[in-house]
């Protein structure tokens, strides 16, 4: 998938847990792993704009456009 998604690498920046970003974006665990696994089809702007206000971050941050 030429979409790749970083939240890992932000939540590592943090040290922050996936339980703890999860409660704090308002998603279960187990979306925001579907999410970090690439799997996700689409994400909500809203969701976006939760995680960016939570890691005090970019959209492009999270997200990143690869060529195949």
């Known amino acids: ?21 999860a409660e704090k974006v308002g998603l279960t665990p187990a979306n925001i792993a579907v999410l970090k696994n690439g799997r996700a089809k689409a994400v909500r702007f809203s969701t976006l704009e939760s995680m960016c206000r939570v890691l005090e971050c970019q959209p492009g941050d999270l997200l990143e456009f690869v060529e195949d």
């Open 1 to 21: 998938m030429p979409i790749i998604v970083r939240i890992d690498v932000e939540l590592a920046k943090r040290k922050m847990s996936v339980g703890e970003f």
